[in-house]
């Protein structure tokens, strides 16, 4: 069974910087894309960054694209999201994902098989 868990989420104010990494239980890390998400509250939950498996290819949301820095430790099982710049329309519950396609990153929901619980970012104007 592949668990994931996420921590470094919390209350940062506009223009600060967090870190999220999500851990990654099982011996198969290195071959998922990982992707994170997030929702905030009444809305749908919305692609942010992918990495392949390999750490070669990655993927953001126009919206987080130059401030956002996702990575990948496969030797650590964890995939981090260096948040910079951020801004209150950041605020939202991200979640971690790992999708078993290897060959394409999808930027659906829909499209990953394993998530995590989610964490808390805020970002105070």
């Known amino acids: 069974q592949v668990q994931l868990v996420e921590s470094g989420g919390g209350l940062v104010q506009a223009g600060g910087s967090l870190r999220l990494s999500c851990v990654v239980s099982?011996?198969?890390?290195?071959?998922?894309?990982m992707g994170w998400f997030r929702q905030a509250p009444g809305k749908e939950r919305d692609f942010v960054s992918a990495?392949?498996?390999?750490?070669?290819?990655?993927y953001y949301a126009d919206s987080v694209k130059g401030r956002f820095t996702i990575s990948r430790d496969n030797a650590k099982n964890t995939v981090y999201l260096q948040m910079n710049s951020l801004k209150p329309e950041d605020t939202a519950v991200y979640y971690c994902?790992?999708?078993?396609?290897?060959?394409?990153?999808?930027?659906?929901?829909?499209?990953?098989?394993?998530w995590g619980q989610g964490t808390q970012v805020t970002v105070s104007s």
């Open positions: 990495i392949r498996g390999s750490g070669g290819s990655t």
């Open positions: 994902a790992a999708d078993k396609a290897i060959a394409v990153i999808h930027t659906s929901h829909r499209a990953y098989d394993y």
């Open positions: 099982g011996r198969t890390f290195g071959v998922y894309t």
